[in-house]
Every structure is written in C-alpha cells, then in structure tokens.
C-alpha cells in the first residue's frame, strides 16, 4: 500500500483545512487509517484514527471537538477535516495504515505517507 498525503497549506488561526489520504491498492479498505503529525523540533504525535469499517474513530484530546477522522473506502481516501484551528496545530501532517498495535503509537502503523505540511498564522 502506497499513501498520498495532500491538503495541506497555510490558514489563519480559527480557519479550516481538509486533508486527504490517498492510496493504492484494494488492501487499504482493509486497514484501520490514523493520522499523526510531527512540528519542528518535537517527536510525532497521534492525532486522529479510524476504524476499517469505519465504526470506530479515536482522537487527540486536544482536537476531539475540532477534527474529524472519516473514509471512503470505494475511493480509497481517507480524510481529516480540521476546523478551528490554532498555531499549535502547525506541523508536518502524515496519514498511516494498518495498525497492528496500539494505535496511539507510531511504531503500530505499516504503512506511511510523506506528509503535507499545515501551517498556522496567528
């Protein structure tokens, strides 16, 4: 599975981004998907997972009531919908599969994408 990370770009604070997962192949439908992010100068973090079958969806406590995690398995896209948005959320933003672990963790995921970058303006 090859994964495309795109949407990204500069916002102002309070504004709103989407950012999509794109991938190949039929395995993805498969997959749980997460997205995690990493800013200058600090370790990546979780931000936000979904389930295969999109039941289930985990979130940073710092973006539950902002970001939405969701897919489309028919186009095997995922999604990150990112309203309200702060400075701290400014970081380079990766899309992983297939988690095999605690989803939380980076070292879970099988699959990565190259990260697109959001930058936020105070």
């Known amino acids: 599975v090859q994964l495309q990370a795109s949407g990204g770009g500069l916002v102002q604070a309070g504004g709103s981004l989407r950012l999509s997962c794109k991938a190949s192949g039929r395995a993805f439908r498969n997959y749980s998907v997460g997205w995690f992010r990493q800013a200058p100068g600090k370790e990546r973090e979780f931000v936000a997972a979904?389930?295969?079958?999109?039941?289930?969806?985990y979130y940073k406590d710092s973006v539950k009531d902002r970001f939405t995690i969701s897919r489309d398995n028919a186009k095997n896209t995922a999604f990150l919908q990112m309203n309200s948005l702060k400075p701290e959320d400014t970081a380079v933003y990766y899309c992983a599969a297939q988690s095999t672990g605690t989803h939380t963790e980076s070292r879970s995921w099988g699959y990565w994408g190259q990260g697109t970058l959001v930058t936020v303006s105070s």
């Open positions: 979904i389930s295969w079958v999109a039941t289930n969806t």
